[in-house]
């Protein structure tokens, strides 16, 4: 690539993939941002050597200032720190994987900045995904699809026009509890709930791909960045995570992008667009692979997706409220606060009893997160 890169989440796991991509490339890293793993951090600016960082929890940058005081890498603090390194970067682009919507004004700052932005913040495109593109046509910026499946549709569109695509198939793996009853969902645990099947993530994607709320806001983000509707988009449970999602043609064609399932090969085709180069993930091998299996995911038992369909369906300020919903649920759940099939129960009483609007702004989207969030604190607490 040209240019330089800057990493937001650069503790996370997909922030610590993005670091091996540039590490393998030689990819100059001008920025990264971090939560509170000041000890992951340090490492990677003694790596990197970055002109700046930040990292969005204040006694963290004092730590962080303080361990680092020999380099010359300058630290921000705080959420307000991050744009504020967004801003200082002179980096062309940006990989943000920040979890949360804690992502959205990083994404905006980035957008301002008219930086390719390399997306693995899926709550930002689903709580104000028309705001973002705006920002990114506005700024003169280009969002690229970090999230495997979304990164294979992206790579599946160049099969055709887009007055050609009929419908996007979204592969699921299904988490660890496909095939359960919503009987046996009331007795999962949350060691049991940390399991995934395919990919190592943090525990919130963790949860979410048992729940099968990842894949539900996967659908909210590929309606954003692809501009279709929800209806078309046709959840595919396919348990080997080999084909990571496929385009239909008018002409009943479809085409799928395969690989052995690693992040990187996300990560980089979304830095490294429209170019390909040398792999940084295995090859696949189809012969060890053997079998590809599909099957439709049970929306009956596994609510959340489609409370997730009905929140696109219905639009306003709903998608916002289902994903802040499902961070304060999840937070909740990974304290033992509440069981494994409360996370759903949680979401969809927030939905139900928010007063939606159809037109909003950021601050809107803001204000509801802030208040879905006391309201599950206040009845849940
Ligand atoms: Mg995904």
């Not at 990197?48 to 921000?76: G, H, N, Q, W, Y």
């Not at 709930?193 to 993530?201: D, I, Q, R, V």
């Not at 449970?237 to 002409?251: G, K, L, N, P, Q």
């Not at 033992?336 to 139900?352: G, H, L, P």
Request: glycine residues 6%; contains cysteine.
């Amino acid at each position: 690539m040209n240019g330089s890169l800057i990493i937001l989440g650069s503790s996370g796991s997909v922030g610590t993939q993005a670091a091996d991509v540039a590490r393998a490339h030689n990819i100059k890293v001008d920025a990264v941002t971090g939560g509170k793993n000041v000890k992951l951090v340090e490492e990677q600016i003694r790596e990197f050597k970055p002109r700046f960082c930040a990292m969005a929890d204040e006694m963290a940058a004092k730590d962080l200032s303080a361990r680092i005081a020999d380099t010359d890498t300058k630290v921000f603090a705080g959420n307000e720190g991050i744009i504020e390194a967004i801003n200082a970067t002179d980096a062309n682009t940006a990989v943000n994987s920040i979890l949360g919507l804690a992502g959205l004004a990083p994404t905006i700052a980035a957008a301002k900045r008219g930086m390719r932005i390399a997306i693995a913040n899926k709550e930002s495109l689903v709580a104000a995904g028309d705001i973002v593109k705006a920002e990114v046509k506005a700024g003169g910026a280009e969002l690229i699809p970090v999230d495997s499946e979304h990164s294979a549709i992206f790579q599946c569109l160049h099969a055709g026009k887009k007055s050609e695509v009929k419908r996007l198939l979204l592969t699921a793996s299904g988490g660890p509890f496909y095939g359960y009853t919503a009987e046996q969902l009331r007795a999962v645990t949350r060691t049991d709930a940390l399991k995934h099947p395919t990919w190592t993530m943090g525990a919130k994607i963790t949860i979410d791909s048992a729940t099968l709320m990842n894949k539900g806001l996967e659908v909210i983000e590929a309606v954003r960045l692809f501009d279709v509707k929800s209806s078309q988009i046709q959840v595919v449970v396919h348990r080997e995570s080999i084909i990571h999602s496929a385009v239909e043609y008018i002409d009943n064609a479809v085409i799928a992008e395969l690989s052995h399932p690693d992040m990187r090969e996300c990560v980089q085709f979304a830095i490294t667009y429209p170019n390909r180069c040398d792999a940084v993930i295995e090859p696949l091998d189809l012969f060890k692979v053997g079998t590809l299996t599909f099957k439709e995911a049970d929306r009956k038992t596994f609510r959340l997706l489609d409370l997730a369909y009905k929140a696109i369906e219905t639009g306003g300020l709903l998608p916002a409220v289902l994903s802040s919903a499902n961070e304060a649920a999840v937070a909740l759940f990974l304290n033992d606060k509440i069981r494994f099939y409360e996370i759903a129960e949680v979401v969809e009483a927030a939905m139900n009893s928010f007063a939606n609007k159809a037109d909003f702004t950021i601050e809107d989207v803001f204000e509801a997160d802030r208040e879905v969030r006391d309201r599950i604190k206040s009845e849940r607490n």
